[in-house]
C-alpha cells in the first residue's frame, strides 16, 4: 500500500496541475483562437508555472538555503512557495490578453493566491499542496461542466476518486495531517470559486 500511496502522490503532483488545468481549457475553447496562440500559450504556461519553479527551487536547494527538494520542512518552503506565487501571478496577467478565454487567467490567479495562503499558513501549518492542486483542478473542471461544457460525469467522478485518492496518500505517507489536507482542499477551491464570482 505505501507503493501505491507513493505512486499516487508522485503521479498526480501539484507542480503540474495548473498546466493540466490550461490544457482543458484550450482544448476545450480552441476554436475560439488561432492555432499558433494555442503553442504560444502552451509554452507560457509550462515556463511560467512548471520550469521556472523547478529552476529556481532547484538552485536555491543547489545553494544550501533549503534541506531538500521534497520540503518536508516548513522552513524549506518559503522562497520557492513565494517565487512560485509571484511566477503564477505573472504568468496570469500575461494570459488576461486572451478574452476569448477568461477562465485562462482567473484559474492561474486563483493558483497564484492558493500558493500565497500556503505561505502564510506556514508559521501553523504545512498545507498539503498536492490536495490544493487536485482541489483548483477538479473545481476548474466542475464549474465548466455547470456552464455545460461536454465533459462527461463518469470523467468527473474518476477525477473526484483520485481527489480522494490524493488526500489518503499524504495522510498514508504521514506527510500531513487530516487538517492539513483538508485545508488543501480548501485553499484549492475557495480561491477558484471566489474569482469566478468576481469577473
Known sequence: MRFFAHLVSYLIHPSIMPFLGILVLLQTYHYTFPEALYYRIIILVVSGTYLLPLLTT?????????????????????????????????????????????????????????????????????????????????????????????????????GYLLMGLVGWSRLYLQAHTQTEVLLGYLSGIVPLIIFVFIF
Open 58 to 158: 532547484t538552485t536555491i536547494y543547489k545553494l544550501g538555503y533549503i534541506s531538500s527538494m521534497k520540503m518536508t520542512k516548513p522552513e524549506d518552503r518559503k522562497t520557492p512557495f513565494l517565487l512560485t506565487a509571484i511566477f503564477f501571478y505573472f504568468t496570469a496577467q500575461i494570459l488576461k490578453s486572451v478574452e476569448a478565454i477568461p477562465l485562462l487567467y482567473i484559474y492561474l490567479m486563483a493558483a497564484s493566491v492558493t500558493v500565497f495562503i500556503q505561505l502564510i499558513a506556514l508559521s501553523k501549518y504545512k498545507i498539503s499542496a498536492h490536495t490544493a492542486g487536485i482541489g483548483g483542478l477538479m473545481t476548474l473542471l466542475t464549474l465548466m461542466h455547470m456552464q455545460g461544457e461536454s465533459f462527461s460525469i463518469h470523467w468527473l467522478g474518476g
